[in-house]
Structures are given as C-alpha cells and as structure tokens.
C-alpha cells in the first residue's frame, strides 16, 4: 500500500545545523572567490585553503541545502552512466582515467575524514549492479568487462545480498556512503579555521574575470579575486555554451523506517530505465536513533512531467515488493542532477571567458565524487599543476562520438521545442481553477503568467518566461516551485530565483 507520509526534506538537512553564517556586508579582496556552498564549493575552498591561499565563499542559501542536501551520498567509482559507454564516448583512456579520477575522489574524501576527525559515518561498503527482470543479462558482463579494462577491480557474483533476487551481479568493493551534511559542516568549520570566509544568502549577480576577477553581490557589494570558481549545481555565469550541453533532471528519493541490522549494509543499483538506487543510513538525533532505507530513482527531465506524487508513490511500490521489511516512510525528497551530452562533468576553465574564471559542473548523478574531482582539478589548476585528468574534463572539449553528437542534437531539439510554448493557450483559463498550493501557466493576452495560490488562498501572479534564456516554466507539484525545463532554473512560488543559471527573479505582470 502506498503512504502520502514523510517529511518533505531530506534526513540530512533534518538532522544536522550547520555553521551560523552572515550574508556579504563589505567589499572584499580575495586570493579566490567561490560562488555555491556544496560539497564542490566547499571542497574546493578546503583544498584551497590547505594550500595557503584565501578564500571567500558565497552562496544565495545556506550551506548545503541545495542539491549536496538532496543527495543520497553514494560515494562510488560504479558510474551511472556505464563504462562501455564511457568507452564509446572517450575511448579506453577516457574511461580510464574517469575510474581512476573517481577511485581518487572516494580516497580524498576518506583522507579529509580522517586528517579533520569528522565525524560523519563514513564507511567503505560494497556496491552491487544488477540487472531487473526483462533486462539483457549480457549488459552485466558488458560492463564487467569495460569495467576491468578502465582499471577497476570487479567482480561477477551470482546474487547481490538483498532480500530479492536480483540474478547475476556486478561487485564493486571499496565503495562508500556517509552524512553529506555532517562532512559539509566539519569543511565549513576547516576552512574558517584556516582563514577563509563563508557569507550565505548572498547572490551572485555578476561575476567579472580579469586581474582581478570580480563578482557583484546582491547586496551591492564586490568581491575583488585572482580566481574565480562557479562551483553552483549549473553554473549561473554562463548564458549558453554549458547549458546547451548539459540537461536537468529530476530525480525522487523515499526513506523508510527499517529495523536495526534488517538489512545488509552496502550499495545496489539496478540497470532498469529509469533506474533504482538503495542504501541504508542510521540517522542520529540527539539520543534518538533510526535505521532508514533509502529508495532513489524514478527520474525524468526537469519541467517534462507534472505527475505530483506519483513518483514517489512508483518508488514506495517498488521498495515495499522487494523490502517488506520496510516501514513507514520517514522523508521523502527530490533533486536535480545535471546530465552531460558526454556523461561526464565540465570541470576547468569557463568556455569564452577570462582565464581566471573557472566552473564545476555535470554531476551525471554522481555529485558526491564529481565534487570531489571538482576541488582537486581546480585546485591543481591555479595553483600552476599539471593533472592528468585536465583534458577529459575540460569544459571547452568537443563531443567526438556520433553517439554524443546524436545525443547533443535530440536533447538541444528537445529544448527548443519549448519556445513552441509562446503559442498555448495556457494551461488553465483563469486562476480560479487553481486550487491552494498549485500553479498553473495561463494566458493572457499575449502573456503566460505563472500563477500560484498558496496555502492561504493568496494568488501570486509573474511571468512566465524564464529570464535566462526564455523558456516557458512548469509547476513542480512536488516541491511547490516553477521549473525551467530548458536549463533547470527553479523558483519559488512567488517568482524568487532559487537555483540558477538564471541570476535573476521571473518578471512582475505588468
């Protein structure tokens, strides 16, 4: 039976406060400016900062509680995206050098844990790939295959450890998991003590390369930098070149009440489309202590589908078959991952821009080690080191492949198909029909409003044209906000910008 209960947050952001931070109050000089306060801001800053150079974070929330708040924290080398295809993509080297850039990625995040003491759960657990019932049993040794040949030691086993049979699986050791929350904390905390600064609700309104590099807050004030790192889940300093090959999805995650050792402790990810993703997590407030089981999946392209719950209720279905030992559901939340055209993240130097100014972008899914990578590359970079992960992250690299080619073409015509919006008749015809808590796009004249009632029954009217690249914005029953489909930028139900590309609020209705 399918429940509609569960907070509405992920157990991460529910379970920990962090740091007590101040928005920018005065201009400031830096040796470098970082503009997003995620596991890929921060982990830059704390490399950074160990190297001996200032740093200055800002970001228009708090720490962590965008997308590194949302994240199930599968700290892996098993990619999302295969590694044959990889192959296909990069050839044998890319892949390589991508297993190797997220074996490091798991090991920095263990060696941090360790040289700071944090206290965040971190453990080394395996990872299991199976295929679901229907599938083609060959895609597991296909990728058992590639996977050996990137560098990564696997192995063939005949069942995962889980209360269902899975078949055949992939085993990958020395994965990971943690409390991505807790981690971010214990950076804040490093980076501060090493002489960095961290200002939240602080948004970038412009950012400047040059000597120096600058960015201008929405306080009015500047930050003066060597280097600038756009470290935001999509950067908000470009207007086209990374958008146009990356897309945004949404993705869903339930967490189920389970009994204490009910369940093995590892990783397991099926190969189904859209695909399932499951971990445990024993989650600790104050004196209180709960095992949870933790379901993701079910994911769409951002502003393409409407279907409210529906998602999670699919999800509870599919845990409570394979899991009937799972409980009550305890949270439920979403979150938005960036999928490059070549499944792999831009990391490097901004495409067209100054030579100081430098993004991380393109999580493909797998935030946790993309971040990480993230902060060693950048790091390398300025300060003046040659890493040999540099060409196949580079943002300004071509997509070789007839296969990223095809795929960069159906995704790019997918979002121009959105400006065919301009000639609906709305969704709605008037805000009548829209009830407390929902939104609706209408027309008016020649203008699509986003029109949302909140809980009160007040009618809060703004455009409907997204101001990054004018896009048409969609209702996210789920999370109560306007989405772009075209490049991922959200709002709030009254029109506030809360994760980019675009800098700024959706129009008044004049």
Known sequence: MESDSGKSVSPWLASVEMPQTKPLEKNIETDVGIVGAGISGLTTAYLLAREGKKVVVIDDGAIGDGETGRTTAHIVNALDDRYYVLERMHGQKGARLAAESHTEAINKVEEIVRAEKIDCEFERVDGYLFEPPGGDPKNIEREYHATRRAGIFVELVDKAPAPFETGRALKFPEQAQFHPLKYLRALALQIEKRGGAIFTKTRAENIEGGEPGK??????????????????????????????????????????????????????????????????????????????????????KTGQHDEGSAPFGRLEHWTRERYPIAGEVRYRWSGQVMEPVDKLGYIGRNPMDEKNVYVITGDSGNGMTHGTIGGILITDLIMGR??????????????????????????????????????????????????????????????????????????????????HLGCVVRWNHVEKTWDCPCHGSRYDLTGKVLNGPSLGDLAEVK
């Not at 992250?393 to 790019?412: A, F, G, M, Q």
């Not at 709605?428 to 796009?441: C, L, N, Q, R, T």
Request: charged share 25%; glycine share 6%; aromatic share 8%.
């Open 386 to 467: 040659q890493n040999p992960w540099e060409t196949l992250y580079d943002p300004k690299r071509k997509t070789h492949s007839i296969k990223s080619l095809k795929e960069y073409v159906r995704e790019n015509a997918d979002v121009a198909a959105q400006y065919a919006d301009f000639l609906m008749r709305g969704e709605v015809a008037s805000v009548d029909e829209i009830k407390p808590g929902f939104g609706a796009v209408l027309r008016r004249g020649t203008h699509l409003i986003a029109a949302a009632r909140d809980e009160k029954g007040k009618v809060h009217e703004r455009s409907a044209i997204c101001p």
């Open 215 to 300: 960015i201008s807050t929405n306080g009015g004030k500047t930050i003066s930098a060597k280097a600038i790192v756009v470290a935001t889940n999509t950067p908000v300093n470009d207007r086209v070149i990374i958008h146009s090959k990356q897309t945004p999805y949404r993705t869903y995650v339930v967490a189920f009440a389970i009994p204490e050792n009910s369940v093995p402790t590892i990783l397991l990810w099926d190969n189904d489309m859209p695909y399932h993703y499951v971990r445990t997590q024993v989650v600790r407030n104050g004196s209180r202590e709960e095992t949870l089981l933790i379901v993701g999946g079910e994911d769409h």
